[in-house]
């Protein structure tokens, strides 16, 4: 999952380029609905690769994603140089930019266009994720049983990447591809080497995206260097220290008990 949330951050673009060459307005819900499209194309490439049993799953989404990525850095290469369409952007993004970018509807001012966006992905995920929890845990853990009972573990797949892709589009103009990998691996992985239950490793993960954030980017402004980068530093200390110090399976629990094991076994 891991591999395919980072390719779908990269491939979207595709999709980004595509839809603005065919309307030319940055601006236009069109890019939204292209980038998506190319999200599920590149799931759907995936596993009709993976599903011929020539190669890996891993080895099928190494293809796949630098395919895709390449021909969108390609057309804009060829094509876009007199549009503020680059692959600087939407690689790294820049947080503090986003709330000069407004939504003026009427005489008002409705605040930034990245926190309705966001706000809206946010929503739609929570009210998917919320109506479809047992069938997702189900077909995450066990797709056969979850066949068994009709929950259709396929559809669910894409719909889980249609909510992944959206997800990605909508941060990029903010944070860009790297800050968007690193949030959604990172704090689940960090999460996943302390939590007992799935339960506590969502709520883990979300503290720990939180904290990650917020201190990222205060180090970011002390140390006057970007702010996605900063955050997506912290995140990868934090897996670090986790590493280190889990109390379960960390490197010094590890050590620990195999000193107990020597000392009983000398016994």
Request: proline share 3%; glycine share 6%; net charge positive.
């Amino acid at each position: 999952m891991s591999m395919t949330a980072d390719a779908i951050t990269h491939t979207v673009l595709l999709g980004i380029v595509i839809a603005y060459f065919l309307t030319r307005d940055l601006s236009s819900p069109l890019l939204l609905l292209g980038a998506a499209a190319t999200g599920i194309l590149t799931v759907w490439l995936t596993e009709l690769l993976y599903r011929t049993k020539l190669v890996t799953e891993d080895a099928s989404v190494g293809i796949i994603f630098p395919l895709l990525f390449s021909i969108a850095v390609i057309l804009i290469t060829l094509y876009g140089n007199n549009v503020h369409l680059d692959t600087d952007t939407v690689l790294l993004g820049e947080i503090a930019f986003t709330p000069f970018e407004r939504v003026h509807w009427g005489n008002y001012d409705w605040g930034p266009a990245a926190l309705w966006s966001t706000g809206t992905v946010c929503l739609l995920n929570a009210l998917i994720t919320g109506c479809l929890a047992k069938e997702f845990k189900l077909s995450a853990f066990d797709p056969l049983l979850a066949a068994f009972y009709g929950f259709r573990p396929v559809l669910l797949h894409y719909v889980l990447m249609t909510l992944v892709s959206l997800t990605v589009v909508v941060s990029f103009q903010a944070v860009g591809a790297i800050l968007v990998i690193a949030l959604m691996i990172g704090p689940a992985a960090i999460a996943y080497l302390f939590a007992k239950s799935l339960q506590n490793m969502l709520i883990y993960a979300v503290v720990i995206a939180a904290v990650a954030a917020v201190s990222g980017t205060k180090a970011a402004f002390f140390l006057n260097v970007s702010i996605a980068g900063t955050v997506a530093s912290v995140i990868g200390l934090l897996f670090i220290m986790t590493i280190i110090t889990a109390p379960r399976i960390g490197i010094v629990a590890k050590i620990r008990r195999r000193r107990y094991l020597r000392i009983r076994c000398g016994e």
